[in-house]
Nanobody
Framework: QVQFVESGGGLAQPGGSLRLSCAAS????????MGWYRQAPGKQRDLVAS???????NYADSVKGRFTISVDNAKNTVYLQMNSLKPEDTAVYYC???????????????WGQGTQVTVSS
């Protein structure tokens, strides 16, 4: 079993900043990639950013230069620093990791419960 603790979501003004964090715990055997997806109402869930092996990052074009992903491997925690926020960043943000568990060594995606980010004046 895996548990996620997400925090940092909320309301921000356009141009403002928020920092999301997500800590994964439980019977985790290994983590290959951690990251964030987001889903706006009526839209599909899209990748925002991911980080692999603690150093290789990937960003959606819409957030490049504004968002920064980082990870604390010792704590199985991923962060998303979001600057210069825009109304179109409004969505539920879901953290995830690609990895394996002690009881299930097949690599799978495991998902957090999501946190709401609203950008509005």
């Amino acid at each position: 079993q895996v548990q996620f603790v997400e925090s940092g979501g909320g309301l921000a003004q356009p141009g403002g900043s928020l920092r999301l964090s997500c800590a994964a715990s439980g019977s985790i055997f290994s983590i290959h990639t951690m990251g964030w997806y987001r889903q706006a109402p009526g839209k599909q869930r899209d990748l925002v950013a991911s980080i692999t092996s603690g150093t290789n990052t990937n960003y959606a074009d819409s957030v490049k230069g504004r968002f920064t992903i980082s990870v604390d491997n010792a704590k199985n925690t991923v962060y998303l620093q979001m600057n210069s926020l825009k109304p179109e960043d409004t969505a539920v943000y879901y953290c995830y990791f690609l990895g394996s568990l002690v009881a299930d060594t097949a690599w799978k995606n495991y998902w957090g419960q999501g946190t709401q980010v609203t950008v509005s004046s």
